[in-house]
């Protein structure tokens, strides 16, 4: 039973590198969240889905993209990675509960350590 | 808009004390209230929900009631034991038409010592 698997789970990148997070879940969930972590700021929600083919913006979306072409996948791009984007991201589901209210928990991944030198 | 402010840590407890973390929250709508835990490694994990007011939710031993008169969603455990030692989120959902959008609070970290 996989849930949310991330990958990579830990990456060192040097300023204006590239890169991609992969987030893949099983379970059919139509939404999907991107969310950074850092000390003493809680979670942030950077992009998120609420379905295939879609995306939105978040709290702190600068700097970042995202790509939803399979319902199961959600990308997370940086195109030229910055020191201030070191933190640890963790990609999230959840399903919404039509004709009632939503009350869909998140289900998360174990997280991704990027540090950016 | 939607927030979500809960005390600040870090608590460090002895085993078998009685803990405490309060959360209040700011909501437009009817949000759903939830506790996340996260364990040292590890992604966050729900622990409890409350999806109305005047709602329990419970599990492992914690408790929280959803009070919208206060609007609040303080977490409690009557005993804690080393394995609790984590950091607990507070959350809201808020029912949006752009989506289930969730909202965290900053995290209280807990250290329970035997």
């Known amino acids: 039973n996989a849930g949310v698997t991330q990958t990579p789970k830990f990456r060192v990148l040097k300023t204006g590198q590239s890169m991609t997070l992969l987030c893949a879940q099983d379970m059919n969930h139509e939404y999907m969240y991107w969310y950074r972590q850092d000390p003493g700021m809680g979670l942030r929600l950077i992009h998120y889905?609420?379905?295939?083919?879609?995306?939105a913006k978040g709290e702190v979306p600068d700097g970042y993209n995202v790509s939803r072409l399979k319902k199961q996948n959600f990308l997370l791009g940086l195109e030229s990675a910055a020191p201030s984007q070191t933190s640890v991201y963790f990609c999230?589901?959840?399903?919404?509960?039509?004709?009632?209210?939503?009350?869909?928990?998140?289900?998360f991944g174990e997280g991704s350590r990027l540090t950016v030198l | 808009g939607n927030s979500v402010t809960q005390m600040e840590g870090p608590v460090t407890l002895s085993e078998e004390a009685f803990l405490t973390i309060n959360c209040t929250y700011t909501a437009t709508g009817y949000p759903s209230l939830f506790w996340y835990v996260q364990y040292p490694g590890e992604g966050l994990q729900l622990l409890l929900k409350a999806t109305k007011a005047d709602d329990k939710g419970s599990n492992k031993g914690f408790e929280a009631t959803y009070r919208k008169e206060t609007t609040s969603f303080h977490l409690e455990k009557g005993s804690v034991q080393v394995s609790d030692s984590a950091v607990y989120f507070c959350?809201?959902?808020?029912?949006?038409?752009?989506?289930?959008?969730?909202?965290f609070g900053t995290g209280t970290s807990l250290t329970v010592i035997p």
């Open positions: 999230a589901s959840s399903y919404p509960q039509w004709g009632m209210r939503i009350t869909g928990e998140l289900f």
């Open positions: 889905s609420v379905g295939e083919g879609t995306t």
């Open positions: 959350a809201l959902s808020d029912q949006s038409n752009t989506g289930n959008q969730f909202y």
